[in-house]
């Protein structure tokens, strides 16, 4: 469960960190290329902080659980 959870967190800190960068430098960064269809015309940014404090909160989740 351990790994699954630490996958996720990245993911979801990835997919945050991107739409950051969309919003900053208006350029799509190819990893994770599906995530621009999350993303809600004038909310990207919210959108953004919101993955990235999801991701912080699955990755503490992560530290917590059990090893595999």
């Known amino acids: 469960m351990k790994g699954i959870l630490s996958f996720l967190s990245l993911l979801l800190v990835v997919a945050g960190l991107q739409g950051i960068v969309h919003e900053a430098f208006d350029k799509w960064i190819p990893f994770l290329g599906f995530t621009r269809f999350v993303y809600v015309d004038g909310y990207e940014i919210y959108i953004s902080i919101a993955l990235l404090v999801l991701g912080a909160a699955v ?10």
């Open 59 to 68: 990755g503490a989740l992560a530290a917590k659980a059990p090893a595999d």
